[in-house]
Structure formats: C-alpha cells, structure tokens
C-alpha cells in the first residue's frame, strides 16, 4: 500500500517554462489537495478537490492549473513557472470529512524556478 | 489565510525532558489535529482531538482542547532524539467545508542528546 505518491521529488525550471506535478493515491479517497509550504509560512492551500472531475481554488491559486480526471490521480500545472512558485509543493489525500479523517500526504516536490 | 498559530515557534530541550507546544485558532472548529514533520519529508498524523473532547493520549502524546479559548497543546513526554521535528496543528472548521484543514506555521522542536 503506497499511500500518496508525487513524482518528481525535484525539478528545476527556467523562468516560463510549464510543468505538471502528478499525485497519485491507491486508498480510494474522495478528497485531494495541494498545498505549497514556503518557510515560516507554514502549508497554504493552492487547490483541492472533493471527487473525480470536480476542481476548486484554495487560498493561492493564481499561476496554478489543476485536473482531476481520474479519482487517484490529481495534476498540478504550472503554465508559465515564476520565481516566485519556488516552494516545496504537498498533496494530501483525505477519505471524506464527515466526523472528522486524518489528511495523508506524500513526501513532496521541491521545486526551484531560476 | 492562517487558521492555526503554533507558539513556540522553536524549542530546544534535552532528551528525556518534556516537551508542549502550543496552537491557537481563530473559528469555531469540528476537529483539530496535530502532524509531524521530519525534515524534508511529508507530514505526518499523530492525533485527532474533536471539538467535544477535552483531553487525548496516545502512547507519549498528550493533547488537550480548550474551545472557549480556542486552543489546543501538544505534550510530548519523555523526548528522544528521533521526535526531532516540525510540528503542525490543522483544523477542520465547524460547518465543513471541502477545503479541508487548515494549517498553522509549526513548531520546530529540537532534542539535544
């Protein structure tokens, strides 16, 4: 049982260039999300979904593209990468939010934009 | 925006001693939840407290909830060396909400052998 997986674990864009983050999870959850964890700023939301085909925006968006077109999987775009989304980007996956479940999460993408 | 603040946001103690942070919130919530964070790692659950709970254990932790306050601690008794780490408090708010938890800064906790 994987769990939640991201591939790459790291990548380095040029400023401009476009880039697909992949979450993949094997424990049939309902909910995704990706989060950005920048220092001292703690994980801020970019975009989560609560099923197959469904996407919405989060607390930082802007710059981002998601896709979710089958359950396990959750793509994160960056179009036109920015210095600015230098981060340590997260997915999470959650089995539903009734009564309360714990988030799971993969191990990360560190991401550098030069 | 920010839902959880953790305070400290560092300590440094010595292996054996106890160990409390703490995280204040700011809206009325259904659940918080308490994650670890090993260095260039994912996070980590380690314990879910309900808003109409008070207190819970498992194994070395010790969590407590003080709604009115709108607070919570993390204990963490007798540290070792490998509970080195960055710790998160999250919160589900009360009404739902499909965004799902939202996260504070951390507490980075350091055990010195």
């Known amino acids: 049982n994987a769990g939640v997986t991201q591939t790459p674990k790291f990548r380095v864009l040029k400023t401009g260039q476009s880039m697909t983050l992949l979450c993949a999870q094997d424990?049939?959850?309902?909910?995704m999300y990706w989060y950005r964890q920048d220092p001292g700023m703690g994980l801020r939301l970019i975009h989560y979904?609560?099923?197959?085909?469904?996407?919405a925006k989060g607390e930082v968006p802007d710059g981002y593209n998601v896709s979710r077109l089958k359950k396990q999987n959750f793509l994160l775009g960056l179009e036109s990468a920015a210095p600015s989304q230098t981060s340590v980007y997260f997915c999470?996956?959650?089995?539903?939010?009734?009564?309360?479940?714990?988030?799971?999460f993969g191990q990360g993408t560190r991401l550098t934009v030069v | 925006s920010q839902q959880g603040e953790e305070d400290p946001q560092a300590l440094s103690i010595q292996e054996g001693e106890n160990a409390t942070m703490n995280c204040s919130y700011k809206?009325?919530?259904?659940?918080l939840q308490w994650y670890r964070q090993n260095s260039g790692r994912g996070l980590v659950h380690l314990i879910l407290?309900?808003?109409?709970?008070r207190e819970k254990h498992s194994g070395r932790l010790r969590v407590t909830l003080d709604t009115s306050k709108k607070s919570s601690s993390l204990l963490i008794t007798a540290s070792r060396a490998a509970d080195t780490a960055s710790y998160f408090c999250?919160?589900?708010?009360?009404?739902?909400?499909?965004?799902?938890?939202?996260f504070g800064k951390g507490t980075h906790l350091i055990i010195q052998p």
């Open positions: 999470a996956s959650r089995y539903d939010l009734v009564g309360g479940t714990e988030a799971f």
């Open positions: 809206t009325s919530i259904n659940n």
């Open positions: 407290i309900r808003s109409n709970e």
């Open positions: 979904s609560v099923g197959e085909g469904t996407t």
């Open positions: 424990m049939n959850h309902e909910y």
């Open positions: 999250a919160t589900d708010r009360s009404g739902g909400g499909a965004d799902g938890l939202t």
